[in-house]
């Protein structure tokens, strides 16, 4: 039996970018035989960022509705929320000691609060960074580490964090014993980086999101909004330097890619491709949307799945997380 496990942080409505970086492969690794996955709202992370209550909720929930919708089986994966698992704080606190500060300054969301700083010519490199933000790579150990964690499919962006996670863990070994077990990423290597709107990397801080469940209308406008350049529509194009194409990559089957790699070389104008390029995500979402609407019209349904995931998370966690106390010697 393996254990995978995963983490959204709900601190913006979910989008494309996450969908095709951790959302799909998560989904996809349910199918795998002999597998116990846990996918968890990381609402502690996200407070670092939100901290308007009726906002953390409405993103936690929207987080699992997305899960859900898109075919997670709350009887097959334990979904939970992070605050609703005292055992994952009780780690966390746990593992501080075992953690060098100069670790945390290397972790790449603080690094580059700090070089925003010091570009700004700002002389507090420090200037907006919470604890929470700075403590951020030890709370996703925790996460991690109090389930004996075999796989986590991540994002590229989160690959630093893992390595920082192995890290930690075996600092605590060395210290401790073998205790806590050493998890191993996994990420989806043609799918790296998904640009957004601007051709920049897809997310809720650069506000150039596509997002996930949106009606067809307002989600083919959206994509109109995708910013290509200035070339006519018969002259050759190169795939690799599209996002459109980027994007395509995501959503389509291994032959249409092939067909569409044909297209970009005898000419396609942006207009089409866009076209062909909301087409792939309508037929890959389906149902998704309604399904996410009727979900998010019922959260006191989504409570309930919270409470059952939460119940059995904790079940796991606790004799895991007494083996670290005990490591310690409490
Ligand atoms: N840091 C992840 C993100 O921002 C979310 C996350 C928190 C996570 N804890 C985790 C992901 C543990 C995987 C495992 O996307």
């Known amino acids: 039996m393996q254990t995978i496990l995963s983490g959204i942080k709900p601190s913006g409505t979910p989008h494309l970018g996450n969908y095709l970086g951790m959302l799909k492969p998560s989904l996809e690794l349910m199918k ?45 994966a334990i979904l939970y929320r992070e605050s609703d698992i005292p055992e994952i704080s009780e780690l966390n606190s746990l593992l501080a000691h ?9 972790a790449h969301a603080y690094k580059a609060i700090t070089q925003k700083n010091q570009e700004a010519g700002n002389e507090d490199l420090d200037d907006g960074v919470n604890m929470g933000l700075f403590n951020y790579p030890i709370l996703m150990s925790a996460d991690i580490l109090a389930f004996d ?21 075996r600092r605590f070994n060395v210290r401790h014993g073998e205790c806590l077990k050493l998890p191993q990423v996994i990420v989806k290597e043609e799918v790296a980086v998904i640009p957004g709107l601007d051709g920049r990397k897809m997310s809720k801080s650069y506000e150039n999101i596509i997002a996930l469940f949106q009606p067809e209308k307002e989600m083919l406008k959206c994509i109109n909004r995708i910013v290509t350049d200035t070339s006519p529509p018969e002259a050759p194009k190169d795939p690799d330097s599209s996002s459109l194409f980027a994007i395509y990559q995501g959503f389509a089957a291994k032959d249409q890619i092939e067909e569409m790699r044909a297209h970009y070389a005898k000419g396609i ?13 309508r ?35 606790r004799p895991i997380v007494d083996r670290a106390r005990n490591a310690v010697g409490f």
């Open 32 to 76: 795998r035989p002999q597998t116990r996955c846990f996918y968890f709202m990381a609402d502690i992370h996200a407070l670092n960022t939100i901290q308007n209550r009726e906002l953390l909720r409405q993103y936690t929930y929207e987080a699992a509705a997305a899960w859900i919708a898109l075919g997670l089986d709350p009887h097959q």
């Open 98 to 106: 075992a953690v060098p500060k100069s670790l945390m300054n290397q």
């Open 149 to 169: 964690t075999d796989f986590v499919p991540v994002g590229k962006d989160q690959v630093q964090h893992l390595e920082i996670t192995r890290d930690i863990a």
């Open 269 to 281: 104008g942006w207009g089409q491709m866009k076209k062909e390029l909301f087409e792939v995500i």
């Open 283 to 317: 037929s890959a979402l389906g149902d998704a949307y309604k399904i996410y609407q009727e979900l998010m019209s019922h959260p006191e349904e989504l409570d309930r799945i919270f409470n059952e995931g939460a119940k059995k998370a904790r079940a796991i966690a």
